[in-house]
């Protein structure tokens, strides 16, 4: 049987939902999400680091070490939770892909879940140590920072794999002698290298934002502002440079350097260059960051579609079963309730961050309404999908 036929059988034989396409670009948005956040707890874990061994004399460090930690700790919840959706939607499109690898590596699937808890709580104990003054926080800060690194070398190794179903039987039996052992470990350093690099423009595009936002109240002196204004400047301009380097060696290992999506990125990336370097507001320049790392994500997933459909297997082909039902559930859900909760912490977030002293909550008329609708839509949202299913469930069962 050749490498397409088996492919497709490892399908699931009940189809999709709704048109694999709509996966694929919900799988695009996802990922460039999971990824911002990605690279923003590394590179502020990073300059965390950093801080804590300059904070002893210098009051700038001190406070920004502070702030960043803080970063960087809500940022890897956020990767997490921004992490299953792209799972999700690979599991649905590119099921046979994302098991074979969980069998070829699947003691590296387990230690991947102990790695992250290990690395998260280790950022805690960073957390608590920096605010004590505590003198091994930054060794404490370093291991967790490794760890996590770690992580993210996992997920790559199985990104990578995944999309080499040609070698699945080599290192499934090298030598025609069966490996069960779930140790398989192969990785591409060059890709790797550059998902990992793009951290430090993330990071410097961050600083830039946050002394933007905090130029507007009375309690962060000008120096503190243009001290991280400066740093930021100095690490986007280092970290755009030097991810530009890296993607260029990894596009021509792929023989993609002028591929227009590979060019659109250097565009981008040169107007990125040129925004960090000019004095424009930096949230522009977060709004091209944003454009970029949906291009990277778009390449991402033409690579992987690329292969695939080249050994037979097209997701556009994927046998569908459109169920109106679940694709209406999902829709509203993303929508209303996404759109409508997120409105409300992030109106929430940027109120706090603006105010001087105590913010209340409950006497803002916006943020009210929205935290009402969010629990009326909550509350609504249970009743439609409990008493939905209680209805399919005895519906099936008693008919
Ligand atoms: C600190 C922890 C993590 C780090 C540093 C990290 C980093 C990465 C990196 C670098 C990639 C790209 C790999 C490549 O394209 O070569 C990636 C992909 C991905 N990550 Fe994460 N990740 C972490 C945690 C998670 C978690 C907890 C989840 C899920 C809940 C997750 C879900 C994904 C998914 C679905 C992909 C795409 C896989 C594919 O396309 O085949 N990640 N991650």
Not at 153 to 165: C, D, G, K, N, R
Request: aromatic content about 16%.
């Amino acid at each position: 049987m050749d490498l397409g036929t088996t492919l497709n059988i490892l399908r699931d034989p009940a189809g999709i939902p709704f048109y694999p396409v709509v996966f694929q670009g919900l799988y695009v948005l996802t990922w460039a999400l999971h990824a911002a956040f990605v690279l923003l707890a590394l590179g502020g874990m990073t300059l965390s680091i950093v801080g804590a061994t300059k904070q002893k004399s210098s009051a700038n460090w001190k406070l920004l070490t502070g702030h960043m930690v803080q970063t960087s700790k809500l940022s890897v919840s956020l990767l997490i939770l921004l992490g299953i959706a792209p799972l999700l939607f690979t599991q649905v499109i590119y099921d046979p892909n994302w098991y074979v690898v969980n069998s070829l590596s699947g003691v590296w699937v387990f230690v991947f879940v102990y790695a992250l808890l290990a690395g998260y709580m280790l950022l805690y104990w960073f957390y608590y140590a920096n605010k004590k003054g505590s003198s091994g926080s930054v060794l404490i800060g370093v291991i967790s920072l490794l760890i996590l690194v770690f992580a993210g070398l996992l997920m790559h190794v199985f990104a990578y794999e995944s999309i080499q179903p040609d070698k699945w039987m080599e290192w499934y039996a090298p030598g025609g002698v069966i490996d069960t052992s779930g140790l398989n470990f192969h990785f591409n350093p060059v890709r790797l290298l550059f998902l990992v690099t793009l951290s430090a423009p993330t990071l410097g595009i961050f600083l830039l934002n946050y002394s933007d936002f905090v130029s507007t109240r009375d309690d962060f002196t000008p120096e503190y502002i243009s001290f991280v204004r400066d740093l930021g400047k100095k690490i986007a301009t280092f970290g755009l440079l030097a991810s530009a380097v890296l993607f260029a060696g990894w596009m021509l290992l792929e023989g993609l350097l002028l591929n227009p999506l590979s060019l659109a990125i250097v565009v981008s990336v040169v107007v990125l260059l040129l925004m960090v370097r000019s004095n424009i507001t930096s949230y522009f320049t977060t709004g091209v960051l944003v454009i970029a790392a949906l291009l990277i994500s778009a390449l991402r997933e033409y690579i992987r579609f690329d292969l695939m459909s080249g050994l037979g297997y097209n997701i556009y082909d994927y046998p569908m079963n459109i169920d109106w039902p679940s694709v209406i559930m999902f829709l509203l859900t993303f929508v209303v309730f996404g759109f409508t909760a997120i409105g409300w912490i992030l109106t929430m977030a940027w109120k706090v961050g603006k105010t001087q002293g105590v913010f209340d909550a409950s006497k803002d008329p916006i943020v009210t309404k929205l935290a009402n609708a969010t629990v009326a839509i909550v509350l609504l949202w249970c009743v439609v999908y409990f008493g939905w299913g209680m209805f399919t469930l005895f519906k099936n069962t008693i008919v």
